[in-house]
């Protein structure tokens, strides 16, 4: 196929992803309300922090955050803005996956289509091109630093990799450990790399990262996003396998099955397992699987982890499958067949993706009968009740002086403007000081009599903070005490599962 017909291929799979994202756009999770709150103040000149005056970094995404108070300052929608984003890095991803395949083919630019086609299909990655945070622009400076890498490692080149991975560390904190531990993989996979490139890669990795780093210091006072400390706990043995079994394999089922991922990685293994793009790439989806296991995964819908690896492990599934029917299947399976074939797999992908999606988050698709912004907003997370909410905050509590407690911190403090105080500590530091909450962390012990009794020192916080309301979520549509805590805050208000609460 010639070169302008390639592009024009690719051009085409480019529209399909668009079109196939727009029928997730309503997915959003209540946490990409906290990042949009920082673009907001940043945006008014009152800081990249969540409550004015308070110099917390509760946001794992400064990069993205910083791009969106630009759409702010610039007069965008931030909700709307992210969204756009993470189409546009969506799409930079797939020209980018197909880049990477192409430089693996050489001058088979036919071949080069089949790991982009992979990842449209991959509906975790459809998803979360439109969640709302930071997914897609991690994916795509990943994908681009090992696209520049792979030619770096193949031919005498500057390192400008280093650079794309100094912003990856910009993006999400656990960027700068996925560089360091590949650059070390590197020397090991590849054969070692000479001490000018070495050296120079540090080096430009450094002159973007360190700076950041040294104002981050300055400006917060930790080396670390505050939210790593509030969430991220190392797996222990159980939770390891846990961690393997419901979100590593669960993510290979829903995304084409795993006997999708065996047929092209195990392949590739046996025909191609010395070449230096196998090593490369193969180090990194295992440099961020180990990463996934370490920390747990992550509660967020849809395996968003995996995402940023959804092009990569495209390349390298399309290169197994390539190199099975060249070597063996040609013989006995003519290529219209084949061409066929691979289409039912890529149609089967986002089937099996489609129904998981709608077993997850059932009723989600109704927004078709009524595609407008309200829309949009009324399925954070399948769950209207937070906007409720905040619509009756804002027409009872007009005094937004107030300071509000919350088990969730994003939608009801973004859409209502109060001072907030989050009883999961992403926010609130001092929060994660106090044992029975830092235990249960994920707000089983928000409530408990230990932490919130009037002399128990969550109590004492919150009364520091001066805390009128206090808004809880309770599992389900179970009944919520109407005088919490012994009577020290009495319920208000209730929108389904979401209860708020006024200090006696």
Request: with cysteine; aromatic share 12%.
């Amino acid at each position: 196929m010639k070169k302008n017909a390639v592009m024009l291929s690719m051009m085409a799979i480019g529209a399909v992803y668009v079109v196939l994202a727009i029928n997730y756009l309503p997915f959003t999770v209540d946490d990409s309300f906290i990042t949009y709150r920082h673009a907001d103040n940043l945006a008014r000149g009152r800081g990249l922090v969540y409550n004015e005056g308070e110099r917390v970094e509760g946001t794992s995404n400064f990069l993205f955050a910083v791009m969106l108070a630009v759409v702010r300052k610039s007069g965008g929608d931030l909700l709307a803005g992210a969204k756009v984003l993470g189409v546009l890095f969506g799409a930079l991803t797939l020209f980018f996956t197909f880049a990477l395949s192409r430089s693996i083919n050489g001058s088979g630019g036919v071949r080069a289509l089949i790991a982009p086609s992979f990842t449209v299909a991959n509906v975790s990655f459809l998803a979360w091109s439109v969640g709302g945070l930071e997914t897609t622009l991690y994916a795509f400076l990943l994908t681009l630093a090992l696209y520049l890498m792979h030619g770096e490692t193949t031919g005498r080149r500057f390192p400008w990799s280093a650079v794309v991975f100094g912003l990856l560390s910009l993006t999400r904190p656990e960027g700068i450990f996925f560089a360091l531990a590949l650059i070390v993989t590197v020397n090991f996979i590849a054969g070692r790399q000479t001490l000018r490139y070495n050296l120079l890669w540090l080096g430009m990795l450094a002159a973007v990262f360190v700076p950041f780093e040294c104002w981050r210091w300055w400006y917060y006072g930790k080396l670390l996003p505050n939210t790593c400390y509030a969430k991220v706990h190392l797996s222990s043995p159980g939770l390891l396998v846990n961690t393997i079994r419901y979100y590593c394999l669960g993510y290979a089922d829903a995304n084409g099955g795993t006997a999708l991922y065996l047929l092209g990685l195990v392949p590739l293994g046996i025909l191609s397992g010395r070449k230096t793009y196998v090593r490369l790439l193969g180090s990194a989806v295992a440099i961020q699987v180990a990463y996934i296991i370490l920390v747990n995964g992550d509660w967020m819908p849809t395996w968003r982890f995996f995402v940023p690896i959804t092009g990569i492990l495209a390349v390298l599934i399309s290169q197994g499958l390539i190199g099975l029917y060249r070597e063996g299947l040609k013989k006995i399976i003519p290529l219209p067949v084949a061409v066929i074939s691979l289409a039912l797999i890529l149609a089967a992908s986002l089937s099996t993706g489609h129904t998981a999606f709608k077993i997850q988050f059932p009723g989600f698709f109704s927004w078709y009968k009524n595609p407008t912004y309200d829309a949009i907003i009324n399925n954070i997370a399948s769950n209207s009740n937070y906007v409720l909410m905040a619509r009756w905050i804002n027409e009872n509590i007009p005094d937004k002086t107030r300071t509000l407690a919350v088990g969730e911190a994003g939608y009801v403090p973004y859409a209502t403007g109060m001072r907030t105080v989050d009883l999961y500590g992403l926010t609130n530091p001092e929060i994660l000081a106090i044992p029975d909450v830092k235990k249960n962390r994920m707000g089983v012990g928000l409530v408990s009599p230990k932490a919130a009794h009037e002399s128990g020192p969550l109590y004492r916080y919150m009364n520091l903070k001066k805390t009128d309301y206090l808004l809880l979520s309770h599992p389900g549509n179970a009944s919520a005490d109407s005088v919490l805590w012994g009577g020290l805050y009495v319920l208000i208000h209730r929108s389904g599962n979401l209860c708020l609460y006024r200090k006696n």
